[in-house]
Each structure stands twice: as structure tokens, then as C-alpha cells.
């Protein structure tokens, strides 16, 4: 048994070594995909109920790795955001995004809203409204079609989350409250943010029509947005009978599958006149 445990401990030392090792060389990769110009934004249209139409795109990051391929935000969004290098990486996806809704509202697209990520260390850096700032003067795009996305992890430092909120909000843009419904913080700070859309996660859009738990949590979080005097964004929506129960509560605007993939930036412009149309 003994001979046993020691084999064991060499294993797990052996597979702590080789996840270390591979950890260590992603970081590297990741580091240099930002010169490298490994990066690039896929967009995801939202769509307005009532109407019908496109009204927005989120901005969602890929990583073009040389070797493995299309790499998930998922696997490489939390490194970034340990090692830092999402602050820049975060910059990156503004301002490509901010240039990328520019040149649409100059090719006729001119009133859909971009959507942009942020992560909680680049919520959290000093210089976010400053480099917010300078990217809408160097891109020329306008701030009230700019919507940010933060989480409620990142609003545990109430005060702190507070000032940088109003300060976002005198720049002009808009704040959306991503994955509405996971987080753990209290409901009141709602009253105090000056947060302008929720946006329903798709944990609860998509057991919705089976559990009565999730439907109720659904309608309750239209009816309280709509309240407050926000407008409510329900995600990941894969089917018509999701799609009928949202309209018929109300909901603002749903984006998902059933809508669309997210989608080169090519294919943006074909589709939101397809659906104006
Ligand atoms: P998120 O912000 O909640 O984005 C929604 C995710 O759900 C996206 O995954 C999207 O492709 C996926 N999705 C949309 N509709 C459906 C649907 O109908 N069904 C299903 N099954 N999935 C759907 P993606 O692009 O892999 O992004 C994952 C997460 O990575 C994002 O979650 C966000 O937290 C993070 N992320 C992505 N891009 C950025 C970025 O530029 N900056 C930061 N900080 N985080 C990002
Ligand atoms: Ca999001
Ligand atoms: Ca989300
Ligand atoms: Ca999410």
C-alpha cells in the first residue's frame, strides 16, 4: 500500500508538472497573440421583440492559435485575467469593436448598439474611463450606441463599483448586467447602480419551458427590470416556444441560436438589413 501511495504521489507530481508546464506556455502564447494578431471578434445579433428587428451586437473575442486552432474564451479569458493581460487584451476588443460599429453606422447600419465584455480586473483598473474615453474620440463612435457588459462578481466592492459606474456613465455609454440572476450579491444595490438593461442568463432561458422554478424566475425578472425602469435582454434563446413565452412577459430584446450564431463581422450587414427589410 505504502509502495502504492508513493507511485500515486509520483503521478499526481508528474500531471501538476505537465498542467504547470502547459499553463506556462499558454501564458506565453497569450502574451504574444496581441502582436501576433491572433485575436479577432465575432458579433452576436439581439434582437428586438416587438419589432423584429436588430437593434444590437455583443462582441465576443476568438483566438486563432497557430497550432490548436480556434481557442475558446472560456479557456483563456480567466489566465488572461490572473496574469493581467486582459487589461490590454480588454483595450484591444474595445477599440476593434468601437472602429468595427463606426464603420456599419457609415455603411447605413446607423443606429445598432455594440455590446462589449468587460472583465472584473479591467472594471476594477483606474485607468478604465480614461482609455474608454480616448477610444471613442480616436474611433469617433458614439458612446450612446456604446453598451458595457459587467457581471455582478464585480460589484462586491459596492462603493468602488458605484463611482465607476457614474464616471462611465457621464462618457455616455450604456451598462448592461451580464449573466442577470448567478451572481450572489443583494438586489438592492439595483436601486443604487445607474445600470440601464439586464440580461437574463441563459441558465434559466433554457429550462424555462420545462421547469416551473426557471419560468417563474424569468417572468419575475422582466416584471422587476421592468420596474426599476430597465430594459431586459434574456440570452440564449434556442427555440420558438422560448422565443413566444418571452414576448408574450414582455421582454425587451432576446439574443441566441434561434436568432443567429455570432457571426463574422462580413455577415452582420446582410443580416440586420435582411431583418429591417
Ligand atoms: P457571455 O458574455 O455570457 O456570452 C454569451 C456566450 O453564450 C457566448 O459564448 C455565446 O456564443 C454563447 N451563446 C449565445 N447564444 C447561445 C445559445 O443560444 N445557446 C448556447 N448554448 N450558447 C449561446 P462565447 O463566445 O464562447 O463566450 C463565453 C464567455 O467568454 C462570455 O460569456 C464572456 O463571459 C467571455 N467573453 C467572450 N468575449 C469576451 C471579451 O471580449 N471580453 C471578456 N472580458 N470576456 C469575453
Ligand atoms: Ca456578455
Ligand atoms: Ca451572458
Ligand atoms: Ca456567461
Same mark, same amino acid.
Given at each position: 500500500?505504502?509502495?502504492?501511495?508513493?507511485?500515486? /504521489?509520483?503521478?499526481?507530481?508528474?500531471?501538476?508538472? !505537465?498542467?504547470?508546464?502547459?499553463?506556462? *506556455?499558454? @501564458?506565453?502564447?497569450?502574451?504574444?497573440?496581441?502582436?501576433?494578431? @491572433?485575436?479577432?471578434?465575432?458579433? #452576436?445579433?439581439?434582437?428586438?421583440?416587438?419589432?423584429?428587428?436588430?437593434?444590437?451586437?455583443?462582441?465576443?473575442?476568438?483566438?486563432? $492559435?497557430?497550432?490548436?486552432?480556434?481557442? =475558446?474564451?472560456?479557456?483563456?479569458?480567466?489566465?488572461? !485575467? !490572473?496574469?493581467?493581460?486582459?487589461?490590454?487584451?480588454?483595450?484591444?476588443?474595445?477599440?476593434?469593436?468601437?472602429? #468595427?460599429?463606426?464603420?456599419?453606422?457609415?455603411?447605413?447600419?446607423?443606429?445598432?448598439?455594440?455590446?462589449?465584455?468587460?472583465? +472584473?480586473?479591467? /472594471?476594477? +483598473?483606474?485607468?478604465?474611463?480614461?482609455?474608454?474615453?480616448?477610444?471613442? *474620440? !480616436?474611433?469617433?463612435?458614439?458612446?450612446?450606441?456604446?453598451?458595457?457588459?459587467?457581471?455582478?462578481?464585480?460589484?462586491?466592492?459596492?462603493?468602488?463599483?458605484?463611482?465607476?459606474?457614474?464616471? &462611465?456613465? %457621464? &462618457?455616455?455609454?450604456?451598462?448592461?448586467?451580464?449573466?442577470?440572476?448567478?451572481?450572489?450579491?443583494?438586489?438592492?444595490?439595483?436601486?443604487?447602480?445607474?445600470?440601464?438593461?439586464?440580461?437574463?442568463?441563459?441558465? /434559466?432561458? =433554457? #429550462?424555462?419551458? =420545462?421547469?416551473?422554478?426557471?419560468? +417563474?424566475?424569468?417572468?419575475?425578472?422582466?416584471?422587476?427590470?421592468?420596474?426599476?425602469?430597465?430594459?431586459?435582454?434574456?440570452?440564449?434563446?434556442?427555440?420558438?416556444? #422560448?422565443?413566444?413565452?418571452?414576448? =408574450? $412577459?414582455?421582454?425587451?430584446?432576446?439574443?441566441?441560436?434561434?436568432?443567429?450564431?455570432?457571426?463574422?463581422?462580413?455577415?452582420?450587414?446582410?443580416?440586420?438589413? %435582411?431583418?429591417?427589410?
Amino acid at each position: 500500500a505504502k509502495a502504492e501511495g508513493k507511485n500515486t /504521489f509520483r503521478f499526481y507530481r508528474q500531471t501538476m508538472n !505537465e498542467e504547470l508546464t502547459e499553463r506556462v *506556455q499558454l @501564458e506565453n502564447e497569450l502574451r504574444k497573440a496581441l502582436e501576433r494578431g @491572433e485575436f479577432f471578434l465575432v458579433y #452576436q445579433p439581439q434582437m428586438d421583440i416587438a419589432s423584429g428587428r436588430i437593434v444590437g451586437v455583443e462582441a465576443l473575442i476568438r483566438w486563432r $492559435h497557430g497550432e490548436k486552432g480556434l481557442v =475558446s474564451p472560456a479557456d483563456f479569458i480567466p489566465l488572461a !485575467e !490572473e496574469t493581467g493581460m486582459i487589461v490590454p487584451i480588454g483595450e484591444w476588443v474595445l477599440r476593434t469593436a468601437c472602429r #468595427q460599429a463606426k464603420r456599419w453606422h457609415g455603411a447605413g447600419l446607423a443606429d445598432l448598439r455594440m455590446s462589449v465584455n468587460l472583465s +472584473s480586473r479591467q /472594471f476594477m +483598473s483606474q485607468d478604465l474611463a480614461d482609455s474608454i474615453r480616448r477610444i471613442i *474620440q !480616436e474611433t469617433g463612435f458614439d458612446p450612446g450606441l456604446l453598451d458595457l457588459e459587467i457581471t455582478e462578481s464585480m460589484t462586491l466592492d459596492v462603493g468602488r463599483a458605484i463611482a465607476t459606474l457614474h464616471q &462611465l456613465k %457621464q &462618457l455616455g455609454v450604456s451598462i448592461s448586467i451580464d449573466d442577470f440572476g448567478t451572481g450572489y450579491s443583494s438586489l438592492s444595490y439595483l436601486k443604487n447602480f445607474p445600470v440601464d438593461r439586464l440580461k437574463i442568463d441563459r441558465s /434559466f432561458i =433554457s #429550462q424555462m419551458l =420545462s421547469d416551473t422554478n426557471d419560468r +417563474s424566475i424569468v417572468s419575475t425578472i422582466i416584471a422587476l427590470a421592468h420596474n426599476l425602469n430597465l430594459q431586459v435582454v434574456a440570452e440564449g434563446v434556442e427555440t420558438d416556444a #422560448q422565443s413566444a413565452f418571452l414576448a =408574450s $412577459h414582455g421582454c425587451d430584446e432576446m439574443q441566441g441560436y434561434l436568432i443567429s450564431k455570432p457571426l463574422p463581422e462580413e455577415d452582420i450587414h446582410r443580416l440586420v438589413l %435582411q431583418r429591417v427589410h
